[in-house]
């Protein structure tokens, strides 16, 4: 049990550690305070974004999406290891869990089955999203895997606890998966080998570069979308769609443009307060340039 760190703290210890930090925003003062109480902490949650892309993936857990406001974690970290921190305070990522295994955190012993949801783990948890698809496919490089391990470190040793106040979301919370592609147990040695000393030598990093701007795909043209289109350029954009809380897809979103996306482009016209004939779901350039599409390598 503990009080949370200070933005400026949490910066510190993640640098020590050898961490390149990248601070997104205003996410200093970004948060959901004003929804609940905000400490005391007992624990790390790890959990995987089911997104892909860097920049897209950073975006969703600032911002949040239609039904779930941001932030969605305190930091995300990227495939190359590098961690995007983008809120300070209460977030919105570890939802209602099993108070048994609270209970077994704050102890620091073997945790029980998660079979309830009953105890708010918003405010006892710092969350990290971590950038995988979660399909047990998409590859966990290494240098993520260690940015875990770090970022976790890091902040038991700065509340003095061990590897046991670190725990997946799907040792939380019934139903859930991530991270799904490694073992939490597999991950919890790490760190205690980190704790112990054992780790790299965790010299500080140097300040980042700024991050650069989000690359977005332009407007394409309204000609562009048509039965018989195939681009990844479709696939991105109803990505987004989904996002927003805007998708109307049965197997999501593929390269091939259907009535499934002129339904859901349909409904983010909708959203963004336009009627009858504008809101056909066909793009226009004022939605898409408010949609953001990550720029793709079609």
Known sequence: MAKPLTASKLVEILRAEGL??????????HNRNSKGPWGPMNGVMIHHTVTSGTDASVDICYDGYSGLPGPLCHGVIDKKGQVHLVGNGRANHAGLGDGDVLRAVINESKLPADNEADTDGNRHFYGFECINLGNGKDPWPEAQKEAIE????AICRAHGWTERSVIGHKEWQPGKTDPRGFTMDGMRKRIA??????GDSGKPA?????APKPSYEPFPGGGFFHIGQKSAVITAMGRRLVAEGCG????????????????SYAAWQQKRGFKGKDADGIPGKVTWDALKVPRSRD
């Open 150 to 153: 770090k970022v976790s470190a």
């Open 248 to 263: 109307r897809y049965e197997e999501g979103p593929s390269p091939d443009w259907t009535e499934a996306d002129r339904k």
């Open 206 to 210: 140097p300040d980042p570069k700024p």
């Open 20 to 29: 390149t930090v990248h601070e997104v925003r205003n996410w200093r003062r």
């Open 193 to 198: 080998e980190r704790l112990r000393g054992k």
